[in-house]
């Protein structure tokens, strides 16, 4: 499931970056200024990183660390030996 996902994003990404943007790009810039160019990427950005804050983490590992951290458990008390020194 994961690889037919990723291949459908490089299906999508590749005409829309490597034919659509320079399309796009050269008809703002004609028609606002070069700056437009500029915007339009740095909005771009702002719209991968917005879309980023929704995804899921996925990889077990993590999974369990998330919920052990998160599980309330006895407070931990500071480790004494029997010769009541506090050193071992």
């Known amino acids: 499931m994961t690889s037919t996902a ?12 490597g034919f659509l943007a320079p ?6 810039c004609d028609t606002w200024g070069l700056q437009s160019a500029v915007y339009i990427s740095a ?17 077990p590992a993590v999974l369990r ?8 458990g006895p407070a931990l008390a500071p480790e004494t030996t029997s010769s009541g020194s506090g050193m071992a």
């Open 23 to 28: 399309v796009i790009a050269r008809w703002a």
């Open 65 to 72: 660390r998330r919920a052990g951290a998160a599980l309330p």
């Open 43 to 59: 909005a771009g950005g702002v719209v991968v990183v917005l879309l980023s804050l929704g995804l899921r983490e996925t990889a």
């Open 6 to 17: 990723l291949g459908l994003v490089m299906v999508a990404g590749e005409p829309a970056g």
